[in-house]
């Protein structure tokens, strides 16, 4: 009786709390960008395994593939929006961007600036237009009555979205950081406590290096302000009339979630505001009964004692990488005939096979976290797209790190600073013994392995665990939509009273007043008592 009594109300608080805090959440998930995609799918997931009524409204800017099955829980309502022109969309070629792999254009952070912005937010423009335009699904959206809408901030379509039917947004980001976004946050700028690429950081750092920051941050800043720009004009035009300003609108929200975590990121100083969520992707329960091998797989692993695992990724293509690049890591595979390769390449290719050493294996898709799992499994050659960092970490994994674009460089230096990993430019693949020589030290050297080990015992005994993080502050921001108090206002002042230069410059414009005078006083003293003692001599 007692205990059956005990049941009921416990029961019943269950109901009851679980009916307070469910909210209904509408998350913005555009196709485009596989990596976006897949943060955005987990993350529903993860809201929704809290309890909340979570819903994905899926707008189409290309006819990305291989996306069913992302979202893995069922109470997620998906809403797939395909635009007039998808029939189009779909006869277009997926886009693998082989230009990404030896172009030394894109690394230049001026055209960078002037490029980019154009054909990433043209790419946003229809689509975003019809759904912007489409008075049938904003009212069907608006009739669900969201608590509050989420919205990445790369492609900002949901933000004004969230505007149009008036509902708190709150924004996030796939990627460690996002600087125009996170410093209407009150995040301080990042120079100096992250390199830009082509710089080395304190101690090290010189003038040289301080320089080229400088210039990359100022082109970088304008490369992001362009294309949120460009954005903004383009939904301006598709709703008719003047639009709140994309700053505006996106520095309501109480927080701001980002993919960093703090003990695998720089060191940055940052505000209240800055949710940082990178691990939440990572399921550690998982991780400790990792998927096992197939029969195949069993095999390869036990062909040699040491196998490499080479892959770069779901955008960029091995089969598209130069010849001169291939000629480099074929280079290797023949300086290694004690090392088994298992190579993703994405295309069946019997002559190219045939031109391989046996120690070789080419595979269109690899299980990668059940062989980053595997003890046997010594090195992992990857792209460092951040799911990639983010599972070898959790790995406790040495790795080859070659960023190919976008912030894999970042991801790159990012882990490499914890002494497991190593950052290798993408032009050096040509050069086959230097690489042989890296991959090689990495498996006789136990210090990458051990830092590696390192590495991943803290990340799982960090003392904030990043999906609690995630929810306790989502929660707190859909009950507190607009509370500002623990942002800051300064760095939305211009750089002189920022970094109180006017306060500085009155300073030393009064120090230098009063040392001319000191100085001519006491020239003047001295040529008194000169002219005093030559009249006395
Ligand atoms: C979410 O809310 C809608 C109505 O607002 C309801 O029909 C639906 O069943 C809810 N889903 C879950 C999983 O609770
Ligand atoms: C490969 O292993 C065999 C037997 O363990 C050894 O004799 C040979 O020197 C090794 N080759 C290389 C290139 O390390």
């Avoid at 101690?203 to 294309?227: C, H, K």
């Avoid at 300064?490 to 030393?508: C, K, P, Q």
């Avoid at 009064?510 to 040529?527: C, H, M, P």
Wanted: neutral net charge.
């Amino acid at each position: 009786m007692h205990v059956n009594s005990l049941l009921v109300l416990l029961i019943f608080l269950c109901v009851f709390t679980k009916q307070i805090y469910t909210s209904k959440i509408l998350i913005f998930n555009p196709i485009f960008g596989f990596s976006h995609v897949k943060f955005i799918s987990k993350l529903a997931d993860i809201i929704a395994d809290h309890g909340h009524n979570v819903t994905l409204f899926q707008p189409y800017h290309n006819a990305m593939k291989n996306i069913d099955g992302l979202v893995k829980n069922e109470n997620i309502k998906i809403l797939n929006y395909y635009p007039d022109h998808f029939e189009e969309l779909k006869k277009e070629e997926t886009q693998t961007f082989p230009i990404f792999w030896d172009s030394k254009l894109m690394n230049i952070p001026v055209l960078g600036a002037f490029v980019m912005p154009k054909v990433l937010g043209s790419a946003f423009q229809k689509t975003a237009t019809q759904v912007l335009k489409d008075q049938t699904v904003l009212n069907e959206l608006k009739n669900e009555k969201f608590d509050v809408m989420m919205a990445e901030t790369f492609e900002i379509t949901g933000i004004y979205l969230a505007h149009l039917l008036d509902i708190p947004c709150i924004p996030f980001m796939s990627a460690v950081r996002y600087p125009i976004f996170s410093q209407l946050f009150g995040q301080p700028s990042i120079l100096g406590y992250v390199p830009h690429i082509g710089s080395q950081m304190a101690p090290e750092a010189g003038f040289y290096d301080r320089l080229n920051d400088v210039y990359r941050q100022f082109f970088m800043s304008i490369t992001q302000e362009r294309l949120n720009e460009f954005q903004n004009n383009v939904i301006e035009e598709a709703i008719g009339r003047p639009v709140p300003y994309w700053k505006d609108l996106v520095k309501q929200s109480p927080i701001y979630i980002t993919n960093s975590n703090p003990y695998l990121d720089y060191a940055v100083p940052s505000t209240a505001t800055i949710v940082h969520a990178g691990g939440i992707t990572m399921d550690l329960e998982k991780k400790k009964k990792p998927q096992k091998l197939t029969e195949e797989y069993e095999q390869i692993l036990t062909e040699r004692e040491s196998t490499v695992l080479i892959s770069f990724g779901s955008v960029i293509r091995s089969y598209e990488m130069p010849e001169t690049f291939k000629a480099g890591i074929i280079q290797m595979f023949e300086n290694l005939p004690n090392v088994t390769f298992i190579w993703k390449y994405e295309k069946d290719d019997v002559e190219f096979e045939k031109t391989l050493p046996k120690n070789v294996h080419l595979k269109k898709w690899v299980p990668q976290p059940a062989l980053l799992a595997d003890k046997r499994l010594k090195v992992f050659v990857t792209h460092g797209g951040l799911g990639s960092i983010m599972e070898l970490a959790y790995a406790g994994k040495p790795a080859i790190v070659v960023p190919i674009f976008g912030d894999q460089p970042h991801n790159a230096v990012m882990l490499e600073r914890h002494g497991g990993a190593v950052a290798y430019d993408k032009f050096e693949l040509q050069d086959g013994e230097k690489l042989t020589k890296v991959i090689n030290d990495m498996m006789s050297n136990q210090r990458y392995n051990e830092n590696a080990k390192v590495l991943l015992e803290v990340l799982h005994n960090q003392p904030i665990d990043p999906k609690m993080n995630l929810m306790k502050h989502l929660e707190f921001a859909i009950k507190f939509p607009n509370h500002r108090s623990q942002v800051p206002s300064i760095n939305e002042e211009g750089i002189i009273s920022h970094y109180y230069l006017d306060a500085i410059a009155f300073l030393v414009a009064i120090f230098g007043v009063f040392a001319y005078i000191f100085v001519r006083l006491i020239q003047r003293l001295s040529a008194v008592f000169l002219v005093k003692k030559t009249k006395n001599d």
